[in-house]
């Protein structure tokens, strides 16, 4: 799919487009008006050798030189000819009645009629040449007089390309000047949208806090106060969520617990025959009440279980402590020693969130470790922040398969009797605290040992 252009290319495109259109026309309307310019030029210095032609007929007929008109004539245009070397020149004069005075008599074909004492111009193509004519009448003591002057055309051509490049030069470098004011007016235009684009990326997933509008132009204040609308709206939404799951939490807690009791009473006054079956049906109530504590715990350590504000000093060492109170009697049952290893120290987070945690690590060590072995329960310094870590003595995991046992719902093969989901709910409430979860072999290659890295203390 191809991606949309974005505000910026498309702010460029609007502003530079019109732009070069105008610049264009611009550029073409100055080649065209100097163009002009200069042949007006030309031709006005064309018309000055008819003029002087017409002067020099006159002087000759006042001097009585008729017999010499065309030889003067020509003098006077191989003169002129010097002064302009790179065009040829040629003349053609001749009377009312279309005889000869002087000059080119090929050219009689070009001459146009004119008004007295005034130049009339024309282009003409003679010899694969472009020519360009003057046809002047003049009334002289010889009478009416028609005065043809033709020039080449190419020190024109050249003019009309020097012009061509003097007028592309500035108007290249003006298009370019303001094609780089133009972005250079967009990417300040664009910095506010910007910077804000880069607070948004720069914040964590799960904070749904409001976007500034602190500095944005006028025009972008409403979109981030839409935004910040639908943000308010999901935070209400996440909360509402975490209400009704801690009320389904402890709403679930007390019958499930009341129907473990009234088993275990069943049971113990049941018949031998149904003890069995009734004992069975205990084990499944209890692995159904823990799944249904995992999962409801699971889905309250999301995105909005607890803000950044509401992170409070949380001793381990204390955590630890109270965990034993909590699994001291399952671990008996199990034939399991608890032991501690705790050092003093605290991190910012959620007491109840890292009790979850806790709670989870410590049953599935007790869960896999066998009778006659230990779980070593630990905390304490590492570096700038703390370590909490939970060891047992089981068959422990695969490295290959230490990534997956993350994922929710995943068991590994041939277990049963979990839900796949103590190590998800671990994992998640480390990423609500930045810290790191860790997977490893415990102390001589034997075991998992369990760590949760916290980046500082509290």
């Known amino acids: 799919m191809r991606a949309a252009p974005t505000l910026r290319r498309r702010l460029a495109h609007l502003l530079a487009w019109p732009l070069l259109a105008v610049l264009a026309l611009g550029a073409v309307y100055d080649y065209v008006q100097a163009l002009r310019r200069a042949q007006d030029d030309q031709d006005l210095a064309l018309a000055r050798v008819a003029i002087a032609l017409a002067s020099r007929l006159d002087v000759d007929a006042d001097d009585g030189l008729q017999d010499d008109f065309g030889l ?5 245009v191989a003169a002129m000819q010097r002064a302009e070397p790179r ?15 002087g000059g080119d008599a090929g050219l009689a074909k070009w001459i146009q009629a004119s008004p007295a004492d005034r130049a009339v111009f024309a282009d003409a193509t003679a010899g694969g040449e472009a020519w360009r004519v003057a046809s002047y009448a003049h009334e002289s003591s010889l009478g009416p007089l028609q005065i043809l002057v033709a020039e080449t055309t190419h020190r024109r051509e050249r003019l009309a390309r020097r012009l061509m490049l003097d007028t592309l030069v500035p108007n290249v470098m003006l298009v370019m000047l303001a094609l780089g004011g133009v972005l250079a007016g967009v990417r300040v235009a664009m910095q506010p949208l910007e910077r804000v684009s880069r607070r948004i990326a720069a914040r964590d997933a799960d904070d749904l806090g409001p976007v500034p509008v602190e500095g944005l132009p006028g025009e972008l204040t409403p979109f981030a106060g839409t935004i910040n609308q639908l943000l308010d709206r999901v935070r209400q939404s996440a909360a509402h969520e975490q209400a009704f799951l801690s009320n389904a939490a402890h709403q679930l807690r007390t019958p499930l617990a009341g129907i473990q ?20 049906v205990r084990a499944a109530l209890r692995r159904l009440a823990r799944s249904t504590h995992q999962m409801l715990a699971l889905a309250r350590s ?10 409070e000093p949380v001793d381990l060492a204390s955590l630890l402590e109270a965990a034993a109170d909590d699994w001291l009697d399952t671990a008996l049952a199990a034939g ?34 066998p009778r006659g072995s230990t779980v070593l329960l630990g905390c304490g310094p590492a570096g700038e922040g703390a370590r909490l870590t939970v060891e047992d003595q089981g068959p422990g995991i695969p490295a290959d398969e230490r990534a997956r046992v ?22 998640e409430v480390a990423r609500r605290h930045g810290a790191a979860l860790s997977l490893a072999d415990g102390a001589d290659g034997r075991g998992l040992r369990v760590s949760l890295d916290f980046p500082s203390r509290g």
């Open 302 to 311: 999301g995105p909005q279980a607890v803000q950044a504000d509401e992170l």
């Open 406 to 427: 993350l994922e929710r719902f995943y068991q590994r093969p041939g277990r049963q009797g979990g839900s796949g989901l103590g190590l998800s709910i671990v994992n």
């Open 72 to 76: 003067h004539l020509s003098r006077t």
């Open 336 to 369: 399991v020693e608890l032991q501690f290893d705790a050092q003093p120290v605290k991190v910012r987070g959620s007491p109840w969130l890292l009790r979850e945690a806790l709670a989870n690590l410590v049953h599935n060590a007790l869960d896999h470790a």
């Open 87 to 101: 065009d040829r020149l040629a003349f053609f004069v001749r009377r009312a009645d279309g005889s000869a005075v």
């Open 261 to 280: 009791t009234q088993l275990e009473l069943a049971e113990g006054e049941a018949p031998p025959a149904l003890r069995e079956r009734l004992g069975a």
